[in-house]
Structures are given as structure tokens and as C-alpha cells.
């Protein structure tokens, strides 16, 4: 393309993968010669039944989910499923068990404290969140409706390498919002992931729930209709009007995603993006901090400071001169934030990296 296109290190919504956008682009007018955009159609039309159906077929796919978990489209963003996760799964009486790992669990474990009784597990908070919790340090409650992670906290920079080890018997819930489809997951150690999707999987607009079959049982009579996964897994998403827009989107970035190789090969690329950026902090001398201890290292958001705001502020600016765009911290922690999702392009990383370096010569 010969339209200008900078370097996207966007938290969300961020970059989608260019070759998405054109193919939308093309589809725009027409999808498939029908003479409608897909904004323009009836989400009863067999041409949506097509794209949502082959949407979800290819998400299974990639992250192999079993026939007896339900895949929904919602929406509300990842933040009303903290309050539905509680509403439909947590039984009245019953409580349930969060790791506090940065600021999207703690704001989960607000939405279930406001509706019944919670447990924090682990909270980081007097760490700045700067790492997970070790095994040793977790004491569930046995009982516990369910226990409640956050897989990457994107302002805090943490992610989880493995699942923790819980009780027999109790599920686990995740909120995947921003790594999601970025690397192959079990899905069978979890009875439920959810993620909004304008990260890794498209725009704003949706979230993605995965469902196993027999947490839907819990669902509780007379919950508002909209808030009740039950109703939403038996009408396949169509209960109401799904945001379609959104969900096409999705479904373009699932087969990039297939035609790419799946999300081993995602993983890698990845993997060796996050190490284009550690490396530049590791080998800085302690002039770029990075903000999570290496072991909790995210590889989608790295989060990181200069030795003074003034310094960060010039590196926000020069960034931006060099079009390299959204690198400023989360607003609550401040700071600069690199998040290299799945359609930041390595050349992007590369020109990321290049800058840190130069940055450091010039301002160290
Ligand atoms: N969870 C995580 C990990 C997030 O990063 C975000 C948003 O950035 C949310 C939840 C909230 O998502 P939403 O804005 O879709 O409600």
C-alpha cells in the first residue's frame, strides 16, 4: 500500500494486520459479491450465518477448543464479563477465589465483590504488581466457586507461563483480553476465557467467551436476559444483534492467523519480538527499567521507565516523531508501555528497538 502506515505499539484498540484491512477494504462495497457490506446486512442472512459460523470454526480450530465448550460473541467489553463471570457461576452462598495480578484483576475482583463474597488468593499491589505469585504461595479455598487470573495484565506487564495448580474440582476462569491467540493454550484447564477483542483479535465491540458446557448449568433463573450466558450459548449469539461489523473482523484475523500457521508459529514471532525489546532494557545498563521482574515477563506489553518524567516525555516525544505511536504508560501508572501484539510487524519491533538504543546514546 502506498498509504502512510506508522509503527502502532497501541495498548488496545491497536494494530490490526494490514493485509486484514485490506481484504476488508476490498469487501467493503461487496462482501463476496452480494452487493452489501457486511454493516449493511441482516445478522439473520445466510451470508453472516457464513461468517460468524466460520469465525468460530476457525477459532477452534486454532486454539484446539473441545466440542463440549460453547463459543460466544458478546459484548460489553472483557469489563461487564467480570460482573456476568460472578452473576452466572458464582452459586448464592458461594465465593470466590481471585489472584490480584495487576490492575484488570483487581478491577475484576471489584465487580464480584459488589455482588457476593470474593477471596483474594494473591495480591501483588505492594509489589506494583511487578510479578506473579510462586505456587507455594497460593492457599485456595477449597470450596471456591471458582478461581479467577488475569493470563496477561496489560498496564502491569505480567503473564502467566502455566495455569495454577488449584483444588480438585474447582474451575478456572481467565480473562485472556490481551493474549489472546497469541500463543497455543490448553484450553481444557480452563471452564472458561474470555477476551475482549481489540487487541489481538479485532476491533472494539466484542468479546469472545469460551464456555464449558457444564458451568452453564450454574446459570441462575431470572438473570436480565443480556447477562445470561445460558440464554446467549443456546441462541449461538444471536439472541439479540451481534455487533457483526466486529465479528467479521475477527474472522479475517482467525484465517491471517490459519494461513500464518496456527498460533505456535504466532507464538514464535512473538516470542522473538518481546526478546527484540528485553534485550535493548537488559543490555541498557539500567537506563531503561523494565517494570516486571523476568520471570513474569509479558511478551505483549512491556512496560518500562527512563530515570525521570522529563526524560520519558522527550522519549514519548521523539517516538512520535519517528512515527512510533502510542508508546506513553498507562495513564494510572505513567511511565512508557510498548505493546507488541500480534499485528505489530517485526520491522516495527526492529524500528522500535533501533530508537531505544539511539535514544540512549543522545539522552544517556
Ligand atoms: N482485561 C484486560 C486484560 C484488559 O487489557 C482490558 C482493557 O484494556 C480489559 C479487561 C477491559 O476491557 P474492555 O475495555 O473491553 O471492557
Not at 539511539?358 to 544517556?364: A, P, R, V
Request: neutral net charge; hydrophobic residues 40%; glycine residues 8%.
Amino acid at each position: 500500500t502506498s498509504v502512510k502506515r506508522v509503527h502502532n505499539f497501541n495498548a488496545g484498540p491497536s494494530a490490526m494486520p494490514l493485509s486484514v484491512l485490506e481484504k476488508a477494504q476490498a469487501e467493503l462495497l461487496s462482501f463476496n459479491g452480494c452487493g452489501m457490506s457486511v454493516m449493511e446486512m441482516s445478522h439473520r442472512s445466510k451470508e453472516f450465518e457464513g461468517i460468524i459460523k466460520t469465525a468460530e470454526a476457525d477459532l477452534r480450530e486454532l486454539m484446539g477448543i473441545p466440542a463440549n465448550y460453547k463459543v460466544m460473541f458478546l459484548q460489553g467489553g472483557a469489563s461487564l464479563h467480570f460482573a456476568m463471570e460472578a452473576m452466572n457461576f458464582r452459586p448464592a452462598g458461594a465465593s470466590a477465589d481471585y489472584i490480584v495480578t495487576g490492575a484488570w484483576s483487581k478491577a475484576a475482583i471489584k465487580e464480584a465483590a459488589k455482588l457476593g463474597t470474593t477471596n483474594v488468593v494473591f495480591n501483588g499491589e505492594a509489589e506494583k504488581f511487578n510479578r506473579l505469585p510462586a505456587a507455594g504461595e497460593l492457599n485456595f479455598d477449597p470450596k471456591a466457586a471458582y478461581v479467577h487470573i488475569c493470563h496477561n495484565e496489560t498496564i502491569h506487564g505480567v503473564e502467566f507461563k502455566s495455569e495454577p495448580v488449584l483444588p480438585a474440582g474447582v474451575p478456572l476462569f481467565c480473562d485472556m483480553s490481551s493474549d489472546f491467540v497469541s500463543q497455543p493454550i490448553d484450553v481444557t484447564k480452563y471452564a472458561m476465557i474470555y477476551a475482549g477483542a481489540q487487541k489481538n483479535a479485532g476491533p472494539a465491540g466484542v468479546v469472545i467467551a469460551i464456555v464449558r458446557d457444564d458451568m452453564l448449568e450454574r446459570v441462575p433463573a431470572n438473570l436480565p436476559t443480556m447477562l445470561d450466558y445460558k440464554v446467549m450459548a443456546e441462541k449461538e449469539s444471536l439472541y439479540n444483534t451481534p455487533p457483526c461489523w466486529s465479528i467479521y473482523m475477527c474472522g479475517l484475523v482467525f484465517q491471517w492467523l490459519k494461513e500464518l500457521g496456527g498460533l505456535e508459529a504466532m507464538y514464535k514471532i512473538d516470542q522473538q519480538k518481546a526478546k527484540m525489546i528485553y534485550d535493548v532494557i537488559d543490555k541498557s545498563g539500567g537506563y531503561y527499567r523494565g517494570h516486571a521482574v523476568p520471570e513474569s515477563r509479558s511478551i505483549m506489553n512491556i512496560p518500562f521507565r527512563l530515570a525521570s518524567e522529563e526524560l520519558e516525555d522527550l522519549f514519548v516525544k521523539e517516538s512520535k516523531k519517528a512515527d512510533l505511536i502510542g508508546l506513553k504508560g498507562h495513564r494510572s501508572v505513567g511511565g512508557l508501555r510498548a505493546s507488541l501484539y500480534n499485528a505489530v510487524p517485526l520491522e516495527s519491533v526492529k524500528a522500535l528497538a533501533d530508537f531505544m538504543v539511539e535514544f540512549q546514546k543522545k539522552n544517556g
